[in-house]
Nanobody, 121 residues
């Protein structure tokens, strides 16, 4: 059993940056791929970025490509999502998820509780 905790969300102006963190409060990330999803009010939960266990393979949604960077520090047991050049349309609750493979669907075994990101115009 793995329990994930996100942190780093907040309110930022358009063009600003935030760095989200995802850590395991219980259990370990060992061997798991990690994904970041986001869900805006009234919309579906969409994948933002994924990273495999070794950190050698990443994926980004077209909407964030070139602005967001996913990375992981397995020694620290933390996955990061660096978000630059933020736009109001990035406003959402951001979730991290852990699973055996970095799929693009929501088919992950473990989820965090989410952290709110609000980008003002």
């Amino acid at each position: 059993q793995v329990q994930l905790v996100e942190s780093g969300g907040g309110l930022v102006q358009a063009g600003g940056s935030l760095r989200l963190s995802c850590a395991a409060s219980k259990g370990t990330f060992s061997g798991y791929a990690i994904a970041w999803f986001r869900q805006a009010p009234g919309k579906e939960r969409d994948v933002v970025a994924t990273i495999n266990w070794t950190g050698t393979t990443t994926y980004y949604a077209d909407s964030v490509k070139g602005r967001f960077t996913i990375s992981r520090d397995n020694a620290e047991g933390t996955v990061y999502l660096q978000m630059n050049s933020l736009k109001p349309e990035d406003t959402a609750v951001y979730y991290c998820a852990a699973g055996m493979t970095p799929v693009l669907s929501a088919n992950y075994a473990y989820w965090g509780q989410g952290t709110q990101v609000t980008v003002s115009s």
